[in-house]
């Protein structure tokens, strides 16, 4: 839908996080504020589900920079929910912070996905 639209004019397109990752991200955070350290494997579930969708959706030469990306930023969801962890409070605007790591790493994906097809597009 999106490379044909692509041909006739330019588009925008807009995202959310992939299916069920909003509601396992604010679980994660519920998790880490409860003292809860299922939270570190949920965490591993949500990367997993992210590489899954660049191994069937990217070509294998062009996954490494996405995938370097996804590690960088579970890397920091792993460090803000090891602070909530630790303190047991889990603030508005942390579990904003949280739960916008759906969409940055679906969109991050989608966006390399349309590098892969060669259609110029700015993440």
């Known amino acids: 839908i999106i490379q044909k639209a692509y041909e006739k004019d330019t588009c925008a397109v807009v995202l959310s996080a992939m299916q069920g990752t909003t509601d396992a991200l604010i679980e994660i955070g519920r ?3 409860n003292g809860d ?3 570190r494997g949920q965490v591993k579930t949500i990367a997993e589900k992210h590489f899954e969708a660049v191994r069937n959706l990217i070509p294998k030469n062009s996954q490494k920079i996405i995938h ?3 590690e960088s930023q579970i890397s920091e ?3 803000i929910c090891e602070g909530v962890f ?3 409070e889990l603030t508005a605007r942390t579990l904003d912070r949280i739960v916008s790591f759906g969409e940055i790493l679906s969109t991050r994906i989608v966006s390399a996905k349309f ?3 060669h ?3 700015v993440w």
């Open 86 to 88: 630790l303190l047991r």
């Open 37 to 39: 350290e299922k939270f």
């Open 31 to 33: 998790s880490a504020e």
């Open 68 to 70: 370097n990306f996804i």
């Open 115 to 117: 590098d892969s097809m």
């Open 77 to 79: 969801l792993e460090k």
């Open 119 to 121: 259609i110029e597009n």
